[in-house]
């Protein structure tokens, strides 16, 4: 069965540091990219950031640069989601996901590319 389970969210002040985890199903990890997405109340979803299964790629959305820091550890088929800086337009729930394709370097920020998504965490970043 395939399985995502995302945690590590929570309420924090502007400027604090929050690392999100998303537990998959080896089923679901094995070889595949991952990817993180959020979704502001109103607001479409949108790509953070992705990692291939290799963990030698990774892309950001350009605005994440520098704070956000995605990473996995495929022997604990968990991805991970370092955001520091935080800001109160980072308030959004946090959905991690997995691609269809599966391939040691593949990656894509491509949202209809991704098969297989959690329930998502929510962060809320006050002022």
């Excluded at 998303?22 to 979704?39: E, K, L, P, Y």
Aim: charged letters at 20%.
């Amino acid at each position: 069965q395939v399985q995502l389970v995302e945690s590590g969210g929570g309420l924090v002040q502007a400027g604090d540091s929050l690392r999100l985890s998303c537990a998959a199903s080896r089923r679901t990890f094995s070889d595949r990219a991952m990817g993180w997405f959020r979704q502001a109340p109103g607001k479409e979803r949108e790509f953070v950031a992705a990692i291939s299964w290799s963990g030698m790629n990774t892309r950001y959305l350009d605005s994440m640069k520098g704070r956000f820091t995605i990473s996995r550890d495929n022997a604990k088929n968990t991805v991970y989601l370092q955001m520091n800086s935080l800001k109160p337009e980072d308030t959004a729930v946090y959905y991690c996901a997995a691609t269809g394709t599966r391939g040691i370097y593949y990656i894509t920020a491509v949202m209809s590319e991704y098969n297989y998504w959690g329930q998502g965490t929510q962060v809320t970043v006050s002022s």
